[in-house]
T-cell receptor, first 114, second 113 residues
Framework: EAGVAQSPRYKIIEKRQSVAFWCNPISGHATLYWYQQILGQGPKLLIQFQNNGVVDDSQLPKDRFSAERLKGVDSTLKIQPAKLEDSAVYLC????????????FGPGTRLTVL | QKEVEQDPGPLSVPEGAIVSLNCTYSNSAFQYFMWYRQYSRKGPELLMYTYSSGNKEDGRFTAQVDKSSKYISLFIRDSQPSDSATYLCAMSEASGGSYIPTFGRGTSLIVHP
């Protein structure tokens, strides 16, 4: 079974630039999550999708972050404009249904904002 | 005070040692307790999860939950160099149909040969 795929793996940008991350969840997983993991901290949820609907985006900084999950499969997370404090690893995870504790994580995208 | 507290370490032990990793928490509504392992430059991987209090064993790993003390532990027996990683505890409520975990900051474990 293929795991959660993410790209790119690494990205370096200047502050105020835009960046987008892509995630392909495990086939058949209805629930998709985006997390931000700052160095030395645990992952923090940004947004949760159930199929292509948003379940929870209460911690997403909506003035600069946006996410979509078209057709209930792949998802993209965008930051526009980026700030220095956005430097982090952005993790995508998926699970079979929303009411389960077993989330499968992708390898993450390491973002550096200069 | 953070909801979940976890000592970042690093914790360095010799191969074969018994390792004890711990977290404390403040939210009494947490019902699900998870342990994830994260290798360098990889995503977290779920090791075990337990519901409410008690023990759960899986091979060399044992998870313990003491809700009265708001304290959870992960024990690793016969530790191996391949166990060297960051171990994240995570906890979630069971309300509203969503099981979003709150993670600790992780403990870095180094098992040296």
């Amino acid at each position: 079974e293929a795991g959660v795929a993410q790209s790119p793996r690494y990205k370096i940008i200047e502050k105020r630039q835009s960046v987008a991350f892509w995630c392909n969840p495990i086939s058949g997983h209805a629930t998709l999550y985006w997390y931000q993991q700052i160095l030395g901290q645990g992952p923090k949820l940004l947004i949760q999708f159930q199929n292509n609907g948003v379940v929870d985006d209460s911690q997403l900084p909506k003035d600069r972050f946006s996410a979509e999950r078209l057709k209930g499969v792949d998802s993209t997370l965008k930051i526009q404009p980026a700030k220095l404090e956005d430097s982090a690893v952005y993790l995508c995870a998926s699970s079979l249904v929303v009411r389960v504790n077993e989330q499968f994580f992708g390898p993450g995208t390491r973002l550096t904002v200069l | 005070q953070k909801e979940v507290e976890q000592d970042p370490g690093p914790l360095s032990v010799p191969e074969g040692a018994i390792v004890s990793l711990n977290c404390t928490y403040s939210n009494s509504a947490f019902q699900y307790f998870m342990w994830y392992r994260q290798y360098s430059r990889k995503g977290p991987e779920l090791l075990m999860y337990t519901y409410s209090s008690g023990n759960k064993e899986d091979g060399r790993f044992t998870a313990q939950v003491d809700k009265s003390s708001k304290y959870i532990s992960l024990f690793i027996r016969d530790s191996q160099p391949s166990d060297s990683a960051t171990y994240l505890c995570a906890m979630s409520e069971a309300s509203g149909g969503s099981y979003i975990p709150t993670f600790g900051r992780g403990t870095s474990l180094i098992v040296h040969p």
